[in-house]
């Protein structure tokens, strides 16, 4: 399973974003579960959902993806948060993609 991180699905939903061929890429490469912990959906709702990054178009096709089997709910526990950077796929795209940061 890989739980995928905010930067990386809000790369894939906006066709502008420098990130966005990358991203698509990845996930699509992916073999693994792709879970989404709410908290994050929520985030990238958020995001998306500007004018700017599609609006509620962009934000509707982002939640249709978990009813389509793409992207999975993720229920985390403390444990598994204690992991998330190793198997993060947002750790992996920030920093093979991402600038680098301080």
Request: glycine letters at 4%; a neutral charge; proline letters at 4%.
């Amino acid at each position: 399973m890989i739980l995928v991180d905010t930067n990386v699905l809000v790369a894939v939903a906006n066709a502008a974003d420098s990130h966005h061929r990358a991203a698509r890429e990845l996930l699509e490469a992916e073999a693994d579960r792709l879970l989404v912990p709410a908290t994050v959906i929520a985030e990238v709702c958020h995001l998306i959902g500007s004018r700017d990054r599609g609006g509620a178009a962009a934000e509707a096709r982002f939640l249709r993806s978990f009813s389509a089997g793409v992207l999975e709910l993720a229920e985390l526990t403390p444990t598994d948060l204690a992991r998330w950077p190793s198997w993060s796929i947002g750790t992996r795209i920030s920093a093979s993609a991402a600038p680098t940061r301080r």
